[in-house]
């Protein structure tokens, strides 16, 4: 910032908060405060407590100081950003504030320029992997502006986490669902008023409620900030109808500032989030969605399958995973099964009732069990860093699922093994619960299907597939952290082949799908083929030496360089792009990898072990003892208290005094008061 101060006379014009837009004259100024009063803009609703002089207590009006930040100076009709030195350098910067309440040193990839944006009063669209640390981004800017800070999150186990773990770090936090009674919702509005919260979190259909937007709009509102945004996406996995009423309800309480943040965005879902929430204009940020820490692989689903996932757990003895099941019958079976085996584990879904549900969710939280086993349906919202495995015993409805539930896995940036049972009867089943769906949304589910088969059926590195889906390219021939990079199949050139579906495409057009394509290099005499008359085509017939398999991972890999592209909107018909139209004139090599068959029975790839870390190995163990015998006292998940890698410096530093202590990465001042005695001894 710059040096120069607001003065009292300056003419200022407000640009965050319920004044958003409003102009005056400074009249006074606080420089201990890092604060002014602004002419007509000097009066504050606030509820207040029943007291002598009013009996009922209610709404009373009061002189508002403004942060000085959200102020800027007019000059020749322009306003100009200024700074506002405090009296004893008070106001801390967004680094302090991470250093002081989260213990790290550093922001992560990404993480500065996105508060620097949220505190420029900006809107914003964040899209960045499960595990990159989306939440500081909003957390710290919400410390340092003033007024309250609005989180909508779909998830109610999501908000718990993230309060409890903002309350252990000394910030006051708050949120707003349907587990709450009305009277416990009532009084944390009415001490949120009183200035008792900087955060709090919102489930997106309480925003209607009367009571929270009577709140809302009597209370100065930093930002609103949309968590799980591509809720607002019908081409999203996990569409939320009430997630389109976001942006009318801001519109209602005010002109505060948008955040929206999510981990899964393809372009398609992108546009929807931006149009739906009104912030075409929002500055934009996108980081890398690759997990280098995370191991893919794609198992062939047998009648041996609770046998397979059995054997993995047992290899992978006290660590913690996650099962996803496609029924809550298979949830409650396979729990069954794996608790026979001697397992600790517990079920999840929909169908239990809520203290069944939150008490098997905080027992795996809490480290009692090792696996929870959930359902696809119902999303979980855990957000804990230490899940070292994701199974999914069925294959999920879509890519964007499947990358956000592996993501729950290694969010501590260690070991996460992402295992996926395959078979073509789970696709069968999805497709059948399509069924008296509307036409659109049964088109829409089977383009997703389809995402899906194609990422399991390729022998292709698994994370180029993944980051191709998401619209980044992932340039390294071998990844070293997937099973088909770790068992890579030999590659055939099939030049000829891709000249092939490219003349194909043209001949009809661009107007169908690429299952119509294959039909007519394979010369079958469908109904379709035979009402559009491409039966008389020259290119009709002319791969009818190779198999579908292969015709597949042509097009599925040609897609992945770029020499073809899908029309998403339009029922993903294959178009030729640029470089497809100069391939077809100089051919030039182009190698694949055949798909693999999970009609057979396949090799069993050895399981991989955990990663190794320097630490004292015994060292190590007694400081998880103590974090979890901390946890059972105080009621918190072992993670809240501190993270494992924060467990493994200690094992390898050796902190023994508390200012060392609070230099190890993700302690910072408030745990080092609360915790540092029991870990320094």
Not at 167 to 175: C, D, S, T, V
Not at 466 to 488: Q, S
Not at 632 to 650: G, N, W
Request: charged content about 25%.
């Amino acid at each position: 910032m710059s040096a120069m101060k607001i003065k009292k006379g300056d003419m200022v014009k407000v640009i965050a908060g319920k004044d958003k837009d409003k102009e005056g004259k400074v009249i006074s100024v606080n420089p201990k405060k890092g604060a002014v009063l602004v002419e007509g803009v000097n009066m504050v609703t606030k509820h207040t407590k029943p007291s002598m002089a009013n009996q009922q207590g209610g709404i009373v009006e009061k002189e508002a100081w403004l942060d000085a930040s959200n102020v800027m100076v007019m000059h020749e009709g322009k306003a100009t950003r200024v700074g506002f030195k405090m009296e004893g350098d008070k106001k801390v910067n967004a680094l302090e504030t991470l250093t002081t309440y989260f213990g790290y040193d550093t922001f992560r990839e990404g993480q500065e320029s996105i508060v620097e944006s949220i505190l420029e009063h900006r809107d914003v669209l964040a899209i960045m992997p499960t595990g990159a640390g989306k939440s500081i981004c909003y957390q710290v800017p919400a410390l340092m502006l003033s007024g309250i800070t609005i989180v909508i999150s779909p998830l109610i186990s999501l908000m718990q986490d993230q309060v409890k773990a903002l309350n252990e770090a000394g910030i006051h936090a708050a949120f707003i669902n349907s587990s709450l009674s009305e009277s416990q919702i009532s009084k944390a509005l009415y001490l949120a008023a009183g200035g008792r919260y900087k955060i709090i979190y919102v489930a997106p259909e309480r925003l209607e409620n009367y009571e929270f937007l009577e709140f809302a709009r009597q209370v100065e509102i930093s930002m609103v900030t949309v968590d799980e945004a591509h809720c607002i996406s019908e081409w999203g996995h996990d569409f939320r109808p009430e997630y389109r009423r976001i942006r009318p309800i801001i519109n209602e309480i005010g002109k505060a500032p948008v955040i929206a943040l999510t981990a899964t965005a393809t372009p398609k879902v992108k546009m929807d989030i931006q149009k739906n929430l009104g912030m075409m204009d929002a500055t934009e940020f996108r980081s890398s969605f690759n997990r280098p820490n995370l191991y893919y692989e794609v198992r062939a689903k047998t009648a041996n399958v609770d046998k397979d996932i059995i054997k993995f757990i047992k290899q992978n003895e006290g660590k913690s995973g996650i099962i996803y099941c496609l029924s809550r019958k298979k949830v409650e079976e396979l729990t069954e099964i794996l608790l026979a085996n001697g397992i600790k584990a517990r079920a999840y879904h929909a169908g239990m009732d809520s203290a069944t549900r939150n008490g098997n969710q905080d027992a795996f939280l809490k480290e009692d069990i090792d696996v929870i086993v959930a359902t696809i349906a119902f999303g979980m919202g855990i957000d804990k860093p230490d899940v070292r495995f994701v199974i999914h015993y069925d294959v999920p409805k879509s890519l964007e699922g499947y990358y956000q539930e592996t993501g729950r896995a290694g969010r501590d940036g260690g070991e996460g093994q992402c295992i996926t049972f395959y078979s073509n009867k789970d696709l069968q089943k999805l497709e059948k619960f399509m069924q008296g769906k509307p036409i659109s949304e049964q088109e829409i589910g089977r383009q997703l299907l389809q995402e899906t088969a194609a990422y399991a059926e390729s022998s292709v590195c698994r994370r180029k597939i993944l980051l191709h889906y998401f619209g980044e390219e992932y340039t390294e021939d071998n990844c070293g952290n997937c099973d088909n990079c770790l068992n890579p199949k030999k590659q055939v050139e099939a030049q000829d082949s891709l000249c092939a579906v490219i003349e194909a495409i043209i001949a009809v057009k661009e107007n169908f799908k690429a299952d119509y394509i294959i039909d007519i290099l394979l010369g079958k005499e469908t109904s379709e083929v035979l009402a559009h008359k491409h039966e008389e085509l020259e290119v009709f017939g002319s791969g009818m030496g190779e198999e579908e398999k292969m015709w597949n991972a042509v097009i599925r890999q040609a897609l992945i360089a770029g020499y073809l592209s899908k029309d998403v909107e339009n029922y993903g018909l294959l178009k030729v792009t640029p470089e497809g139209h100069k391939f077809l004139k100089k051919p030039k090599s182009f190698k694949i990898v055949e798909d693999n068959d999970f009609e057979e029975e396949e090799e069993e790839t050895p399981v991989r072990g955990g990663a190794s870390c320097a630490v004292d190995p015994v060292l190590y163990s007694m400081l998880k003892d103590l974090r979890k015998k901390l946890s059972k006292k105080l009621d918190v998940p072992p993670y809240v208290i501190f993270q494992d890698p924060s467990l493994e410096a200690m094992a390898t530093i050796y902190p023994v005094t508390l200012e060392e202590l609070q230099n190890i990465p993700g302690v910072g001042a408030g745990k080092t008061k609360r915790y540092g005695q029991e870990f320094c001894v």
